[in-house]
């Protein structure tokens, strides 16, 4: 990837190579021998439309591979350029067809015609052997060996000749002409200029070529002069020529009527032009820190800024787009909304790399229209947009946050050079996360991922709002507006939305992190039991002694761990009473204090039920659900909803036949699913797992093994060794309880049972553990 500014370093290069140039000054002449150039490929185009030998665009344009630049310019087609790795790839596509054709080359250069030069060196000037192929008749390549001739290569200019310096026997050097003929070379000197010079050379037009030299050492105390001579190819001739009071000149180029350069000074870059009849100069200011594509079509000059529309930029800067302004008048058009590189073509127009918001990327054809007005047609396309489209949220529509994990939150654009104002709001709260992101790829730490992607990660989220650090479970919306750091196109937006959730673990009432368990005993006095994994026992073992929650507790008939039902980082649970009222105890918090907050009435009419048991996700929407067997042997679902007063939905039947079971327990994801599981307990001691699928159902059960009926409680402990798979505690008469550590597999769900030393301790037997 480039970043749109350059360095003066790469100006000055360029500049020293023109000051390399002494030579002497020559004189301005009208341009009499210069043929006008062709009709616009506009005009000519609608009595030859499709047509090879014209040159236009077919009804569909032809494919301008993406990831490619512009090489060549030709008459029935163009030379594109890829990198794979440092070596270049070049290929020639015809505009009739769309036939690609590689071309085996070091480097190429640009001819302004179907004759594409294959050299032997990175450098055009470095070029000892060139062929040249004429791919408009597909005959065999003319090979020059410009080495054996002493000869320096300055520029193709036909199918079989190319510009040369050569060193004569005397040491002396001049520009010649030479042509491949029947496996010899012929050479004609170029007359009209002077010797010894170092010459610069634009691509042929209409069997002209415009060749530049320069005179003066390069320092402010001499004079520096740029000289330009359009050469008559036919007779090896200059036919006029134009000065200019300065050296840094580059990017030469010529119509029937106007020369143009670009001039380097330290105040900035400018567009030249002159009119060859004559002389007058004119000069259009450039930005001095990008880099520039100029060119003619007949009287009008075009430039813009080069840059692709995808370019990174650290800051925004100025941007130019491709536009054409007339030498006769004040007036200008807006050609192409941005610009790459540009060509001359033989017939006078320009082909020019760049993109449109109205058209997409590709080739486009410069020329004059009827109305003689250049005017810009698609001729090759690559199938991408100019402008910003949003291609697509990445968001998973459920995040699950834990203190394991950091989620990225990602988009994909067309094009990642944007600032994007971003803002992430919890629906039922109204809190909300708001930030620009400056995407630049070439920025440590940037927010770009990659060509199409930016994203950003929840721990930013978190330190930047209290709606990231306090995150509540929960339907999130999200939206973003993406600008175009280069002003090309229009501003995007997007939105959308996301469910959070947290990991449901049933039993940790102090959101610390481990295990807590409720014993209650025969007296009804409820404890709190706080756990912890010893790693050299395997198991669990007790974190300090049980502390009292109160007495009074066998009012109810039954407790049960929900986790975090009312999203406030702690496991809750319920309990129901004679009465078959269901009630909601919440959990407290960090700290050693044993107590729960005020209890909250769910609902009656729960003593329908034999079983219930809570604390898997068991639709996958972050928020734990219940399940219950009624007397009937029905299975029942009630989703969790995340609400402190109605914490369930309305039941749901999701199965029947669960009347043989005496014990039923939420497990958490045993599976590897993405929802919580269950294993029940029939009469006969028989342990079976029932895989969750994820919307509040079960896959057919399998079996885990027997004698499960030693026990009088089986919990869902959650991830008591951390080692993210949930786990199993079982407790017996006598206060035994063993652990059973998940494996993570659905076939052998547990490793075998370890004691624990969990619930040692107490003054009386537990009745219930939960």
Known sequence: ??????????????????????????????????????????????????????????????????????????????????????????????????????????????????????????????????????????????????????????????????????????????????????????????????????????????????????????????????????????????TSTHETPTTSVSAASFSATHLTWREWRNDGIRLVTADRATGEEKRIPLYSDVDSVTGLVGPWAVYATSTSAGQDMDEPLPQIPLTAKSLTSDESVTLLDHALSALPAPDGTLLVQGGTV?????????????????????????????????????????????????????????????????????????????????????????????????????????????????????????????????????????????????????????????????????????????????????????????????????????????????????????????DGVLWLYTGVGPGSDATFPTRTRIGGGWNTYTQFTGGSDLTGDGTPDLVATDKAGDLWLHQGVDNHSTPFAARKKIGHGWGIYNRITATGNLGGNAAGDLVARDKDGVLWLYLGKGDGTFAQRRKIGGGWNAYTDVVGIGDANKDGRPDLLAYGPGNTSYFYSGSGGYEVPFWDRRVSTSLNGATTPYNQVS
Do not use: C
């Not at 015809?94 to 004759?115: C, H, L, N």
């Not at 491949?180 to 050379?201: D, M, Y």
């Not at 990445?394 to 990602?410: A, C, G, Q």
């Open 358 to 578: 109205e058209h997409g990327e590709g080739m486009y054809r410069i020329a004059l229209g009827q109305d003689g007005k250049p005017a810009a047609e698609l001729v090759a396309s690559t199938g991408e947009p100019t402008k910003i489209v949003y291609l697509g949220s990445l968001v998973p529509s459920t995040i699950v946050l834990d203190e394991r994990t950091d989620p990225v939150l990602k988009w994909r654009l067309s094009r990642v050079n944007a600032d994007v104002d971003l803002t992430i709001t919890h629906r039922r709260t109204g809190q909300s996360f708001s930030k620009k992101l400056h995407l630049y790829r070439e920025s440590a730490g940037a927010y770009a991922i990659d060509d199409q992607t930016f994203g950003i990660h929840w721990s930013e989220i978190a330190q930047d709002s209290a709606m990231g650090r306090d995150a509540r479970i929960g339907e999130y919306d999200w939206k973003f507006t993406a600008t175009p750091q280069n002003g090309i196109g229009p501003a995007v937006t997007a939105s959308g939305a996301f469910w959070l959730a947290k990991p449901s673990d049933a039993h940790d009432f102090k959101n610390n992190r481990t295990p807590d368990l409720l014993a209650r005993d025969a007296s009804g006095t409820l404890w709190r039991v706080d756990t912890t994994y010893d790693m050299t026992r395997k198991s669990l073992v007790p974190a300090g002694s049980p502390l009292r929650v109160g007495g009074g507790w066998n009012t109810y008939d039954r407790i049960e761990a929900v986790g975090d039902l009312v999203e406030h980082g702690a496991a809750d649970f319920v309990a129901r009473d004679r």
């Open 1 to 238: 990837m480039s970043s749109v500014r350059i360095t003066h370093r790469h100006v000055a290069a360029a500049v020293a190579t023109v000051l390399a140039v002494t030579l002497g000054a020559g004189a301005l002449a009208a341009p009499a021998a210069v043929a006008a150039p062709t009709a616009g490929t506009a005009e000519a185009g609608t009595a030859e439309a499709g047509t090879a030998e014209a040159g236009t665009a077919a009804e569909a344009p032809v494919a301008f591979p993406a990831g490619t630049n512009l090489a060549a310019a030709g008459k029935t087609g163009f030379l594109t350029r890829k990198y794979t790795g440092d070596k270049p790839e070049f290929r020639w596509t015809r505009y009739a067809d769309g036939t690609s054709t590689p071309i085996d080359a070091t480097e190429v250069d640009s001819t302004a015609s179907d004759v594409v030069v294959a050299g032997d060196s990175e450098f055009a000037h470095k070029f000892k052997i060139v062929k040249l192929h004429d791919m408009a008749t597909g005959a065999a390549p003319v090979t020059i060996d410009l080495g054996a001739l002493g000869a320096t290569y300055v520029k193709a200019v036909g199918p079989a000749s190319v510009l040369a310096r050569v060193k004569n026997g005397d040491g002396s050097l001049e520009l010649r002409l030479l042509t491949g003929e029947g496996g010899a070379v012929t050479q004609k000197t170029v007359s009209g200029l002077p010797a010894n010079a170092f010459f610069f050379s634009s691509p042929a037009q209409d069997g002209s070529v415009l060749v530049t030299w320069a005179t003066g050492d390069g320092t402010t105390s001499t004079a520096n002069t740029t000289h330009f001579g359009v050469v008559d190819l036919a007779t090896a001739t200059v």
